[in-house]
């Protein structure tokens, strides 16, 4: 993996939990432009997270300065359609798409193009005080390729989407807080904030998140009969889960609960 990524399991002083991982995006000196490097780096942590039962929540984030500047303009500069069909950038990402735990985005400074789309991804999306957010891609001549026109579509509107996409602009934290692309905006730092929700969210019952995940991904592009079959499936199925057992047995007998991912 090189160390175009860092990966690295949190202090439980930290988080409360030692089942929460922490992935630094770590190429400073290109504002974590998204080269090959640090894409194949992010696809290896992601798959081998997503293969972790004892990972129950995942933190990414760019550092204190910058989450990522983009896809790596210098490798896209020169190429035409056929070698930017060849690369199959989408690749990179599918591992990070389908994590099964909770995975949040931990924003400080620039989030843009292929940044912000990546930010977009994750579940949950805390911004600190520092952060910007842009889909800028218009001013290079091109369009955002993975997934934001989508994803910012259904998240603000397309009248916001529109704007965004044209023109080019860069919001501040407080306007991406409006247009309803947060979680949470926090002062200060966003990564300190973003491991102490994981480390809660690690305590809580794995199939349930997953369960959750699940219907409200899948199910937000469905027509609503659809939607609400997947939800009452997934329901139904988590009765047959240890943790269910145990969540409902704690609350009755007044104790907190000790989900097992069972
Ligand atoms: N690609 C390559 N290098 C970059 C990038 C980038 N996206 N962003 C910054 N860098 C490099 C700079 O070239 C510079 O390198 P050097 O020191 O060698 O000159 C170094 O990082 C520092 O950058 P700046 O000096 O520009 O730092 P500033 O603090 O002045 O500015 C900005 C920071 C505002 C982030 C500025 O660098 C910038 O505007 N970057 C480009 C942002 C951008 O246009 N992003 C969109 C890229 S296109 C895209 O993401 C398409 C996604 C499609 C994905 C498809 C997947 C399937």
Do not use: H
Request: charged share 25%.
């Amino acid at each position: 993996m090189g160390d175009a990524v860092l990966l690295e399991t949190r202090d439980p002083a930290v988080t409360g939990s030692e089942a929460v991982a922490l992935l630094t995006l770590n190429r400073p000196e290109a504002k974590n432009a998204l080269n090959l490097e640090l894409r194949q780096a992010l696809a290896e942590a992601a798959a081998r997270l997503g293969g972790d039962g004892s990972v129950r929540a995942i933190v990414i984030t760019g550092g204190p300065e910058v989450f990522a500047a983009g896809a790596d303009i210098r490798l896209l500069a020169e190429k035409t359609a056929a070698e930017v069909k060849e690369l199959a950038l989408e690749r990179y990402w599918k591992a990070m798409g389908e994590l099964p735990q909770p995975v949040i985005a931990a924003v400080n400074g620039y989030a843009l193009g292929g940044g912000c789309e990546l930010a977009l991804m994750a579940d949950l999306l805390v911004a600190g005080e520092s952060a910007q957010f842009g889909l800028p891609e218009v001013r290079l001549g091109i369009m955002p390729g993975a997934g934001g026109t989508q994803r910012l579509v259904r998240l603000a509107g397309k009248a916001r989407a529109l704007r965004l996409t044209l023109t080019g602009e860069i919001i501040d934290a407080r306007t991406a807080e409006d247009w309803g692309l947060l979680s949470w905006r926090v002062e200060g730092d966003a990564t300190a904030f973003a491991l102490e929700l994981a480390g809660k969210l690690a305590k809580g019952a794995p199939k349930a998140q997953r369960a959750i995940k699940s219907a409200i991904l899948a199910g937000a592009d469905l027509p609503i009969e659809g939607a609400l079959a997947i939800e009452r499936s997934l329901f139904q199925s988590l009765f047959d889960t240890a943790d269910q057992k145990e969540g409902m047995a704690a609350f009755l007998e007044k104790r907190k609960p000790a989900f097992k991912g069972e």
